[in-house]
Structures are given as structure tokens and as C-alpha cells.
């Protein structure tokens, strides 16, 4: 079954930020300003769309490091996301922590770490409170 990749309404951190940016129109919606400079600003909707397409790819994956490269050749924009981690978040929930990384037309990039987690009806969601569990030493 294919769940969709959908926004955080809740979280005001850099990570939501970006996944708020991948909706279509979130830039008309609230300030977000401070994404100046930044890929997200340059993306243009197919390039949102790619990306969005290369998250879920990702979320949906069976392969615990799956990895994802995005490239609009018509506007030079791109970039790469890969599951770190799967995990059980304390309240039972699948959970995936991903790092992204992007690049935008004009040459700007970066990269971000967050974990996201499915809500109950099954879509994800990005958590900012989930985190995998600390491996054994």
C-alpha cells in the first residue's frame, strides 16, 4: 500500500519548513521569508513535484537505506535523499530518519537531517521529536 508524503502543520523548525515548502503555493501562505537564499526559494513546481515524488519513493522504499537522486533538467535544480534509519517511534509509530540534500538553480544548496513518522491515517508526517534509538556501546 502507497501512503502519500504530506506536511507538518506543527512544527516551526528548519525541517518543516522545507516540508511545508514542498506543498504547492506554500510560499503565497505565511512568512517564509527566511527560505531566501536557500533551494526551496528557486524551486519552481515541477521541481517541488520531483522532489516530492523522490520523498515518497524514498518513505515507501523496503530497503532500510534507500536513496533517491532528483535532477529538473530544464532548471539545473536537484538533489539526493536517503533513509538513514527505520525505526519504532515510543508511541509505536513507523518512523524513517532522512537526510536531504538539494540544490537550486541559481547555485545555492543544503542539507538537512529529520525524522519523519506516520500519523493514523497513514500519511507522514515530519516529527521533530523522533529520534532513532541510540545504538548499543
Keep these: 500500500m502507497k501512503h502519500r508524503f504530506s506536511t507538518a502543520s506543527a512544527w516551526c523548525g528548519l525541517a518543516a519548513c522545507v516540508v511545508?515548502?514542498?506543498?504547492?503555493?506554500?510560499?503565497?501562505?505565511?512568512?517564509?521569508?527566511?527560505?531566501?537564499?536557500?533551494?526551496?526559494?528557486s524551486f519552481n513546481e515541477q521541481d517541488r513535484a520531483l522532489l516530492r515524488e523522490a520523498m515518497a519513493d524514498v518513505l515507501?522504499?523496503?530497503e532500510p537505506t534507500a536513496s533517491r537522486t532528483w535532477k529538473n533538467d530544464a532548471t539545473?535544480?536537484?538533489?539526493?535523499?536517503?533513509?538513514?534509519?527505520?525505526f519504532d517511534n515510543a508511541d509505536?509509530?513507523?518512523?524513517?530518519q532522512l537526510q536531504m540534500q538539494n540544490r537550486g538553480s541559481r547555485g545555492e544548496?543544503?542539507?538537512?537531517?529529520?525524522?519523519?513518522c506516520r500519523d493514523d491515517k497513514g500519511e507522514w508526517r515530519a516529527d521533530p521529536h523522533a529520534q532513532p534509538p541510540e545504538e548499543p556501546k
Excluded at 535544480?77 to 527505520?86: E, K, N, P
Excluded at 509505536?92 to 524513517?96: D, F, L
Excluded at 544548496?109 to 519523519?116: E, F, G, Q
Aim: charged fraction near 10%; charge should be positive.
Design 60 to 62: 515507501n522504499s523496503s
Design 109 to 116: 544548496s543544503n542539507a538537512l537531517t529529520m525524522s519523519v
Design 20 to 41: 511545508i515548502a514542498l506543498a504547492p503555493g506554500a510560499f503565497g501562505q505565511g512568512n517564509l521569508g527566511f527560505l531566501r537564499n536557500t533551494p526551496l526559494q
Design 92 to 96: 509505536g509509530r513507523e518512523c524513517r
Design 76 to 86: 539545473g535544480s536537484g538533489g539526493t535523499i536517503q533513509s538513514l534509519a527505520r
